[in-house]
């Protein structure tokens, strides 16, 4: 090895380890507040403001976590919240498969602007059409229920837009072949389409449920009581201005990330693939 290879590799070698420094500080920042809030969760009230116990509990306890469930019914919150996020979790799949599949395979008038117009409708914010919603479900008379937090997220544009992007390079001679052996559209989305493009399905689940789980303006908006009330909501009514308080909606807290961080654990593999699924054409 020569003086320029050798000189090469230090370059290399002081670029790698300064990178590495860098993610493990970025890592570091991005992970503090997550750290620190699970810590918090296992102190007692008397050590919150403690300097001595900043970060580590002196005397951890599970009393917190307790206590969460004696204050408030978060089981049923998180019931609630677990019935939402699936709900949506799986009539968004349904319905992007479907609707991936006609703006692929089939043949109308006006299938361009349709589609134009399903995806024009990401660039309005929520915020933009939650008071005509809660109007218009307070005509139908379901507010306060479960079934009024998944009608409104039934369909998402930007998982149509995955499946279309999904299918663009699946051959139309297999639609056509399935076609003649009489094989019906149905039949053809759910045994055919759906097992290859798994990769995008597992992404689309898994955005579909964090957003589903972490709901919270429309629920607040629409649910009164706690038999219809999702954990977001529920978490947000033990804050108050006492310590023993705050502990336990940090405790809370904690109990509504064990769920999303095991499905973005789970997931997270199939959603990268998902996400990067279409973007190079072969």
Request: hydrophobic content about 50%; proline content about 5%; some cysteine.
């Amino acid at each position: 090895m020569n003086q320029i290879e050798q000189e090469y590799l230090r370059k290399k070698r002081r670029r790698d380890i300064g990178l590495l420094i860098l993610n493990i500080i970025v890592w570091l920042l991005v992970m503090f507040p997550l750290i620190y809030g699970f810590l918090m969760a296992f102190k007692p009230s008397a050590e919150l403001y403690d300097p001595n116990s900043f970060l580590f509990p002196q005397n951890p306890t599970v009393e917190n976590f307790k206590n969460v469930f004696n204050v408030a019914p978060i089981h049923i919150y998180i019931r609630n919240s677990l019935i939402v996020a699936i709900s949506i979790t799986v009539l968004q799949i349904v319905t992007s498969l479907l609707a991936g599949f006609a703006f692929r395979f089939l043949e109308f008038k006006g299938k361009g602007l349709v589609y134009a117009i399903t995806l024009s409708t990401m660039m309005i914010p929520g915020e933009a059409v939650i008071i005509s919603q809660f109007l218009m479900v307070s005509e139908w008379g379901i507010t306060d229920t479960i079934i009024v937090l998944i009608i409104p997220f039934m369909v998402s544009a930007f998982n149509i837009f995955l499946c279309v992007q999904a299918l663009e390079n699946f051959p139309y001679e297999v639609y056509e072949a399935a076609k003649i052996d009489g094989c019906s559209d149905f039949r053809f989305v759910f045994t055919i389409l759906m097992p290859l493009i798994k990769p995008t399905l597992g992404s689309m689940a898994v955005q579909s449920f964090l957003s589903g789980w972490n709901m919270y303006m429309w629920p607040l908006l629409t649910t009164n009581t706690d038999q219809s009330r999702t954990v977001q909501v529920g978490i947000s009514m033990l804050n108050s201005v006492d310590s023993q308080s705050l502990v336990l909606m940090v405790a809370g807290v904690v109990l509504c990330m064990i769920p999303s961080l095991f499905i973005f654990v789970v997931g997270a593999r199939n959603m990268v693939k998902g996400l990067t699924a279409g973007a190079v054409k072969g």
